[in-house]
T-cell receptor, first 114, second 114 residues
Framework: DQQVKQNSPSLSVQEGRISILNCDYT??????FLWYKKYPAEGPTFLIS?????DKNEDGRFTVFLNKSAKHLSLHIVPSQPGDSAVYFC?????????????FGTGTRLQVTL | EAGVAQSPRYKIIEKRQSVAFWCNPI?????LYWYQQILGQGPKLLIQ????????DSQLPKDRFSAERLKGVDSTLKIQPAKLEDSAVYLC????????????FGEGSRLTVL
């Protein structure tokens, strides 16, 4: 049962353009969402997060949008840079404290071309 | 600040053999996680420790996998006996406390079972 889904395994975007990575979830108990970025042979690194009480969170070139009614979130990268080429994982958690745990999607590989 | 350290980075074994992975989390981080990432999938939580106590091991195949975190600092994950389907990257992560969602990952230990 895949509770967090990233239906696009890969995405190619030209440098300077906008990259939009999508994520859908099925568990209505999820209330905190995160994006992680992973380069080859490295562990994932935290990128940006959003709480379910918000619908948008922005950090520099990265913006995450949350649509709770559609159980959908997206990560926008503007402008895209070659260094953004990596695998992006969407993750979600429910509850707080020791009871919460992250459920990850399968990842989307972003390639930013020159 | 030193990151999460893991060893070995790579391990190749034959099925039915045993293997152990070691993790040293970021200093002061109370929560430690072991994730399994199979090729093409997102990381899956195997076990979560809060200090030296187990918080969640519901997805740990306990007939062959074991983990411990003595003294609430570093941790070992053992597989005995290994199966072909255990081939994966084993990621260790830590966080200040559970529930923040912002995990810091190590580089991972890649296991190949032949």
């Amino acid at each position: 049962d895949q509770q967090v889904k990233q239906n696009s395994p890969s995405l190619s975007v030209q440098e300077g353009r906008i990259s939009i990575l999508n994520c859908d979830y099925t568990n209505s108990m999820f209330d905190y969402f995160l994006w992680y970025k992973k380069y080859p042979a490295e562990g994932p690194t935290f990128l940006i997060s959003i709480s379910s009480i918000k619908d948008k969170n922005e950090d520099g070139r990265f913006t995450v949008f949350l649509n709770k009614s559609a159980k959908h979130l997206s990560l926008h990268i503007v402008p895209s840079q070659p260094g953004d080429s990596a695998v992006y994982f969407c993750a979600a958690s429910a509850g707080t404290g020791t009871a919460s745990k992250l459920t990850f999607g399968t990842g989307t590989r972003l390639q930013v071309t020159l | 600040e030193a990151g999460v350290a893991q060893s070995p980075r790579y391990k190749i074994i034959e099925k039915r053999q045993s293997v152990a992975f070691w993790c040293n989390p970021i200093s002061g981080h109370a929560t430690l996680y072991w994730y399994q990432q199979i090729l093409g999938q997102g990381p899956k939580l195997l076990i979560q420790f809060q200090n030296n106590g187990v918080v969640d091991d519901s997805q740990l195949p306990k007939d062959r996998f074991s983990a411990e975190r003595l003294k609430g600092v570093d941790s070992t994950l053992k597989i005995q006996p290994a199966k072909l389907e255990d081939s994966a990257v084993y990621l260790c992560a830590s966080s200040l406390w559970a529930g923040t969602g912002e995990l810091f990952f190590g580089e991972g230990s890649r296991l190949t079972v032949l």
